[in-house]
């Protein structure tokens, strides 16, 4: 299975993960670990998801199905954490390195979206 990269700040798929990445005027790349862990953590909040969506099918009590849903809420908040912690790591270092301002006028509107 190969690794597609998916930048928050464009918004969509990009290169696999082994090879450079290339963002306005600085390329970058991420650690395929990093990003292979963060999926994991998605997949896993998804089939919590899934199994919350069952518990309102099932009649089960509404406020134990708000508790999931905190809880799945607050494992998406911690992948996105990490996401934001591997895009600096890479790609802002960079950004800021080769003085990319459109780079991180991009993250820095990311962030305040993600902190909504």
Known sequence: MELKCFCPVQRKPVFPMEEIHHHANHSHTHD??????????LSKSIGHLESVRKMLEDGKDCADVLIQLSAVRSEINNAGKLLLKEHME??????????DQAAIERMNKAIDMFMK
Request: include cysteine.
């Open 32 to 41: 395929p670990k990093e990003i292979r862990a963060i999926i994991n953590r």
């Open 90 to 99: 890479h790609c802002i270092v960079e950004a800021v390195q080769e003085n």
